[in-house]
Every structure is written in C-alpha cells, then in structure tokens.
C-alpha cells in the first residue's frame, strides 16, 4: 500500500491516506480555527478513513471539543515551555476506539515505568566498538536500508532515501550509533522551532545489535543536542506494544502523557501508541543561542 500524502488545508499541516486509516492534523495554523474540525470530519468521509488525530494547542481544544473531539493524552509546555498541546481524536469508526490485547498493553506499560523507579536515569555505557554520529543526505541510502529491514510497515516513507534527503533540510537531526564503521541503530529528532519541541523518533536497530543499550544512548544524545540549540520540550509517540521502547523513554525521565488507541500503521498492522514527554526547561538566557548546523550537528528531515 502507497503511503499516505502530506498535505495543506488552509495554513495547516495535514498527512492523511488509507495505510494509518485515518487523518492526522499535524500543525494547526491559528488562521484556520475555527471552522478546522469540520473540514478534517469532510475529508475523512469523503475517503472513508476511521479515525481523525489532531495535535491541537490549549487555544484551540473548545473548538475541537464541540465538533466531537476528545482528549487523549496532554503535552505540558510543547509550545515554547509554556503551553500544552492536546493530542485529539475523532473516531468515524467506533470499533477502532477500543484497543486490541489492552490487558497486555498494560503490562508493558507498568512493566517500563516500574523498571524506570528502579533504574533511575542511569544507562550502561555504549560498547567500546560503538560511537555516535551525525547522518546527512551522503547516509541516506544506508539509512533508508536499515529502515527497510526493521519495519514491515511505517508511518512515514523512511525506507526511501529521497524522503530522507528531503526532511534533512527541513529541521530533522539524524544519529546514528556506528560499530566497526557499521551502521547499527538510527533515530531523529524532528525539531519545530516555532514550537521550541522535538519529537523524538524514528528509532530503530538491527537485530543483531539489540539489547546494548543504543537506542537509550542516542536519546540521551540527541536530547543534549537539540537543547542546545533551544528546545525546551521533548516527546514522543512510541508504539504501545513495544517493551523495549517504553522503557527507554520511562528510564530516561520521561512521563506518560497519554495513549493513543489504534493510531498508526507500524510494524504491519495499526497499532496503539504511547506519548511520554519531558517537563519544559527554562529558557536559555538572553543573548544565548543554540548552534546551527554549521557549527556542529547535520541538519536532516
């Protein structure tokens, strides 16, 4: 199946198409609300997909409650440190609010916060064999294959080099952990400066390096990074039935804002998704500006 398009509707940034099923409101343009939510319900009729996801700022939620929306996870200070943003879902479908096997999605979830009380923030230190780079479009192709081997499915089309090359001009910073001059995990960080946020993600490693602890240690990097060049709030949309991932998050000191039933085609199927985020930082002091790319990391997605 074709992935899904991103789009414009008004200023308002949108992906949509039947790989996730559903429409997902990606950045709303403050220009567009009111009158946003009955567009989005228009279009997903029209194309028969089952569920609407919105990313709605604090100002906007009324609007969207009054056209059907609920609430399913809140992000403290995702826009500038200062104000939540709700994630927000309208469902066409009503079979698909109800998550699959949510008896073991629980588990995994108390299972990860558990091993955070326990854990702390600490990680064990990355192999002696491994190292932390900055990836740019000269990596594409090695990316987009270790991509293709990982996921069965994804979201978005990172098995293709092109798309990659693309968003690495549009604010994404790629990481990888190289070992012996291999590429063994990857991950990014796509930055909203307006926002002053960062998602983090597009983990992912190959199997025969898992269990080492890479994943935690570029989350830890790619978090001091992009802080440095003024991000005040870190997230993540993470695959609810994934262990593993839920404990990096839980482990690194972030908290659970929510879930998201049935959200996204990962991995072959729809699946249900966690958010965990940061608390804000402060902002830098006056005068204090993070670095470019030029100065240090390679711009990407």
């Known amino acids: ?3 899904d398009v ?9 992906q949509h198409g039947p790989l996730n099923d559903r429409i997902y409101l990606m950045k709303l343009a403050r220009e567009d609300c009111p009158g946003m939510a009955p567009r989005l319900e228009r279009l997903a009729r029209r194309q028969g ?15 969207f409650q009054d056209h059907g929306f ?3 996870a809140v992000v403290p200070g995702l826009l500038r440190g200062r104000e939540a943003v709700h994630f927000m879902a309208r469902y066409l479908s009503p079979s698909r609010r109800i998550p699959h096997d949510r008896v073991r999605l629980g588990r995994i979830l108390a299972l990860a916060q558990a091993r955070a009380k326990v854990a702390g923030r600490s990680r064990r230190p990355l192999p002696r064999d491994c190292g932390i780079v900055p990836l740019g479009p000269a990596q594409a192709e090695e990316m987009a294959a270790i991509y293709a081997r990982v996921f069965e499915s994804y979201p978005f089309p990172v098995q293709n080099p092109e798309f990659l090359r693309r968003g690495m001009a549009e604010d994404v910073r790629f990481f990888g952990v190289r070992r012996r001059g291999e590429l063994a995990a990857l991950a990014s960080a796509e930055i909203d400066r307006e926002g002053a946020n960062a998602e983090m993600t597009d983990f992912a490693t190959l199997p025969e390096h898992r269990g080492q602890g890479l994943a935690s240690a570029l989350l830890e990097h790619m978090g001091r990074a992009v802080r440095e060049e003024g991000v ?3 997230y993540t949309i993470a695959r609810a039935a994934s262990p593993g991932m839920n404990a990096v998050f839980a482990r690194a000191g972030y908290r659970l804002a929510g879930t998201l039933p049935n959200n996204t085609h990962i991995a072959g199927s729809i699946e249900t998704m966690n958010v965990w985020s940061t608390p804000p930082t402060s902002p830098p002091p006056s005068g204090v500006h993070g670095k470019t790319g030029d100065e240090g990391l390679l711009a990407v997605l």
């Not at 991103?6 to 949108?14: C, D, P, R, W, Y």
């Not at 997909?49 to 100002?59: E, L, R, T």
């Open 6 to 14: 991103l789009a414009t509707i008004g200023a308002s940034q949108v």
């Open 232 to 234: 005040r709030t870190l």
């Open 70 to 72: 609920t609430t399913e």
């Open 1 to 3: 199946m074709s992935p």
């Open 49 to 63: 997909y089952g569920k609407i996801f919105a990313k709605v700022p604090h100002w906007a939620v009324e609007h």
